[in-house]
């Protein structure tokens, strides 16, 4: 079973909107991340907020944490076409390590 | 800075033959990762070193692979007697120690023919 699931699997907006993803998992982490992937390419990572966080902002977007309910969320204001992508959280599973584990991701598409 | 960088970018193989797929982790990183991913699915995790060791392999087939981040020189994930379900894009990352988020290579496509 999939320690982190994104909802929803696919979403479609139009330039200008708001766009927001969440993200479950299961176990305690340290800390959780949100990655893009354009098609065809390698993940880019966009934001990494610690367990003991509540929120972080970087730029158009605000990613949210809420441990008690093991949920995240990632709001991306104002889409551009360019944001057309898919982007996946990404967590630890709370040990001392940080091998990190993918959700299956939200497909974006963000029309002019 | 150089980023992480992953080579061949597409490798072509054959039923039966090894691949060898490398990578070399940003300047200062010591961590690596390796992971696979199908068309239209997420990530699936393999292995993960540091520099001479492997601290986790729990996501690798337990026969034909094998990876290696030696103390000299790039990672290498390597696959012998390829089968045609091993063809995906298989990605490497980096990262300079625990609880940093990770910087990706671009992939190795791997088509088995």
């Known amino acids: 079973s999939q320690q982190g699931e994104e909802d929803p699997q696919a979403l479609s907006i139009q330039e200008g909107e708001n766009a927001t993803m969440n993200c479950s998992y299961k176990t305690s982490i340290n800390n959780l991340q949100w990655y893009r992937q354009n098609s065809g390419r390698g993940l880019v990572h966009l934001i990494l907020i610690r367990s003991n966080e509540r929120e972080k902002h970087s730029g158009r977007l605000r990613v949210t944490l809420d441990t008690s309910k093991k949920s995240s969320s990632l709001l991306i204001t104002a889409s551009r076409a360019a944001d057309t992508a898919s982007y996946f959280c990404?967590?630890?599973?709370?040990?001392?390590?940080?091998?990190?584990?993918f959700g299956p991701g939200t497909s974006l598409s963000v029309i002019p | 800075n150089a980023g992480v960088m992953q080579n061949p970018r597409h490798l072509v193989r054959r039923r039966g033959q090894e691949a060898r797929l490398r990578c070399s982790p940003m300047?200062?990183?010591?961590?690596v990762y390796w992971y696979r991913q199908l068309p239209e699915e997420g990530l699936k995790f393999m292995v993960y070193?540091?520099?001479?060791?492997?601290?986790?392999e729990s996501g690798m087939p337990k026969e034909r692979f094998s990876a290696e981040f030696p103390k000299e020189g790039p990672s290498i994930l390597r696959i012998q007697q390829v089968v045609r379900g091993d063809s995906a894009a298989y990605f490497c990352?980096?990262?300079?120690?625990?609880?940093?988020?990770?910087?990706f290579g671009s992939g190795t496509r791997l088509t088995v023919v």
């Open positions: 070193l540091q520099k001479e060791n492997i601290i986790d």
């Open positions: 990404a967590t630890d599973l709370g040990t001392s390590y940080d091998k990190v584990i």
């Open positions: 300047k200062g990183h010591s961590h």
């Open positions: 990352a980096s990262s300079p120690r625990a609880g940093y988020g990770y910087t």
